[in-house]
């Protein structure tokens, strides 16, 4: 399957034979603009290995210029993979001291967007978020990854039933056109935030994808809720494959 590292929030780093996937590399430590100083967080991307990044969207604990920083430092030609609703231009990433030759690299991808690399040996397909920008279906090396960036049943108590009720309508469309595929590793939203909510959307992935090794994430630092959520009903049929990812616990294979 491939080495798995829990970064931070919804940051993850798939490690694979050829190739290192980093999903959503965010560092509450840096400026979202600045320069990227070399958090213990890092992602390890070992000599010889494409670094191929990945970001949902632009919101700030999704998406850092800093990452990019750290990316074009750590390997040559990192390629890089962008929710639909992160726009960069030469002169922006030239007025942030950023090479504008490095677009040619990016790939803005919306819902239904398929992409191939020209060896064959990438695919990446998107999934509308029920936020902004979107999640990512990754097909390489023969494994498949499911991120899902913050396409999630976002129900919040004290929202207008109706705002509510669309919103588990849109989650519901987006999973059905996974239900029945296989990944070998997912990464999905677990919000505390949504008090009583918070397992609306893992359980909906879990009931209808398949899915090797779960791996929680967004859970700002209570990482307690991956404990709670295992003592639900949907939770305990579904427990083992479940990661215990935390500050403690960044490592899986």
């Not at 798939?14 to 958090?39: A, I, S």
Request: with cysteine; aromatic share 14%.
């Amino acid at each position: 399957m491939g080495r798995v590292t829990y970064l931070y929030h919804s940051g993850f780093a798939v490690e694979l034979q050829k190739k290192v996937l980093v999903f959503d590399y965010y560092d509450p430590h840096q400026t979202g603009d600045g320069p990227y100083d070399g958090r213990k967080n890092a992602p390890v991307v070992p000599a010889g290995k494409q670094l191929v990044m990945f970001f949902s969207h632009k919101h700030p604990d999704h998406f850092q210029l800093s990452a990019i920083r750290w990316a074009e430092k750590v390997s040559p030609g990192p390629v890089y993979f962008l929710g639909n609703d992160i726009r960069l231009n030469a002169k922006y990433l030239e007025k942030k001291g950023l090479p504008a030759c490095i677009l040619e690299r990016m790939n803005r991808i919306g819902a239904g967007t398929v992409y191939e690399s020209p060896l064959k040996d990438l695919w990446v397909e998107a999934l509308r978020s029920t936020d902004q920008g979107a999640a990512f279906l990754v097909y390489t090396e023969g494994t498949a990854i499911y991120h899902a960036g913050d396409l999630n049943d976002w129900r919040w108590e004290g929202e207008p039933e109706d705002w509510n009720a669309r919103m588990e309508q849109d989650y519901k469309r987006e999973i059905d056109k996974i239900a029945g595929k296989h990944f070998d590793m997912a990464f999905i939203p677990l919000d505390p935030r949504q008090e009583g909510n918070y397992h609306l959307g893992m359980d909906l992935f879990l009931q209808k994808v398949d899915a090797d090794q779960v791996f929680p994430m967004h859970m700002w630092d209570d990482y307690d809720v991956i404990r709670r959520y295992k003592q639900t009903k949907t939770g305990r049929l579904f427990a083992e494959k479940i990661a215990d990812v935390s500050d403690k616990k960044r490592e899986f294979l």
